[in-house]
C-alpha cells in the first residue's frame, strides 16, 4: 500500500478557491492512478476526480466538471485538486485514494486512502 496525507482544506467563501494537495510515500508513486473523493455530512461518499499514472487523463464528476482541475508531480509525489468557484454544496470531508487501476479507483475500489481533509464553503 502507499501512504497518503492530504492537505490544503480549509475554510472558504463561496465563489473562492483551494487548492488541496495529497503526498504519497511507500511505494512507486507514478505506478499509481490517484484520485479524489470526498463525504459530506448525512451522505454517501462520491467520487470527484481520477488521474491517470502518467497524468495523461483525467476524469471528474459532472458536479465539478469545469470547476475543479487534478493535475499531478511525481517527481514530488504528488496529487492536487484545485477547486474554483466552490459552492455551499462543495463542503465536504475530501480524501485522496490510490489504485494501480484507475477504473477501480474510480469506481471507489481503491486499494489505499488518506485521513481526509475538511473543506467548508460559507455562502
Known amino acids: 500500500q502507499v501512504q497518503l496525507v492530504e492537505s490544503g482544506g480549509g475554510l472558504v467563501q463561496a465563489g473562492g478557491s483551494l487548492r488541496l494537495s495529497c503526498t504519497a510515500s511507500?511505494?512507486?508513486?507514478?505506478?499509481?492512478?490517484m484520485g479524489w473523493f470526498r463525504q459530506a455530512p448525512g451522505k454517501e461518499r462520491e467520487f470527484v476526480a481520477a488521474?491517470?499514472?502518467?497524468?495523461?487523463?483525467?476524469y471528474y464528476a459532472d458536479s465539478v466538471k469545469g470547476r475543479f482541475t487534478i493535475s499531478r508531480d511525481n517527481a514530488k509525489n504528488t496529487v492536487y485538486l484545485r477547486m474554483n468557484s466552490l459552492e455551499s454544496e462543495d463542503t465536504a470531508v475530501y480524501y485522496c485514494?490510490?489504485?494501480?487501476?484507475?477504473?477501480?479507483?474510480?469506481?471507489?475500489?481503491?486499494?489505499?486512502w488518506g485521513q481526509g481533509t475538511q473543506v467548508t464553503v460559507s455562502s
Open positions: 485514494a490510490a489504485d494501480r487501476d484507475v477504473r477501480q479507483l474510480r469506481k471507489g475500489d481503491f486499494t489505499s
Open positions: 511507500g511505494r512507486t508513486f507514478s505506478n499509481y492512478a
Open positions: 488521474i491517470s499514472s502518467s497524468g495523461g487523463s483525467t
